[in-house]
């Protein structure tokens, strides 16, 4: 993998066009909160790996924290309108080497992970809170 600056990185993702910024943006914090969720506090060079659907469950739970009510028409304005999205973004960037897999990841453990149109009765259920699972 070739060093690139975040503004290399940043014209790679627009180029792609599929995702505003803000929902790359978004993916750091939505790994940090899985990877706590999985590994808690860990040591420099231990694994970071979570599967699709712990980062799909990540973004739902960051998302209606953030935004309550709001969290489907924030993540629809950046183009997320499903949990694939999720997986799409991550994939890509994979595929220019910001983040990394397992040789047992797939792209289709994003698929349908939660109704992301119930987002807004999550939100109700779970009371804004983060919840585990």
Same mark, same amino acid.
């Given at each position: 993998?070739s060093v690139?600056?975040? &503004?290399?990185? $940043?014209?790679?993702l627009?180029a792609d066009g599929?995702?505003h910024l803000?929902?790359?943006?978004f993916?750091h914090?939505v790994?940090a909160? /899985?990877?706590?969720?999985?590994h808690?506090?860990r040591k420099e060079?231990?694994s970071q790996?979570v599967? *699709?659907?712990d980062l799909c469950h /990540?973004m739902?739970d960051? /998302?209606l924290r953030?935004?309550?009510?709001?969290?489907?028409?924030?993540?629809r304005?950046w183009?997320?309108r499903?949990? $694939?999205?999720?997986?799409?973004?991550v994939?890509?960037?994979?595929?220019?080497?910001?983040?990394? $897999?397992?040789?047992s990841?797939?792209i289709?453990?994003?698929? &349908?992970?939660f109704?992301?149109d119930?987002?807004?009765?999550?939100?109700?259920l /779970?009371g *804004?809170?983060?919840?585990?699972h």
């Amino acid at each position: 993998m070739s060093v690139q600056t975040v &503004d290399e990185i $940043r014209a790679r993702l627009t180029a792609d066009g599929r995702y505003h910024l803000a929902a790359y943006d978004f993916i750091h914090e939505v790994l940090a909160l /899985a990877v706590e969720r999985v590994h808690g506090s860990r040591k420099e060079g231990e694994s970071q790996h979570v599967t *699709g659907q712990d980062l799909c469950h /990540a973004m739902r739970d960051l /998302a209606l924290r953030r935004w309550g009510l709001m969290a489907r028409a924030v993540l629809r304005s950046w183009g997320v309108r499903r949990t $694939r999205d999720l997986g799409e973004m991550v994939y890509l960037l994979i595929s220019i080497g910001v983040m990394g $897999r397992q040789p047992s990841d797939r792209i289709e453990d994003f698929d &349908d992970v939660f109704d992301f149109d119930a987002l807004d009765r999550y939100e109700c259920l /779970a009371g *804004g809170a983060e919840h585990e699972h």
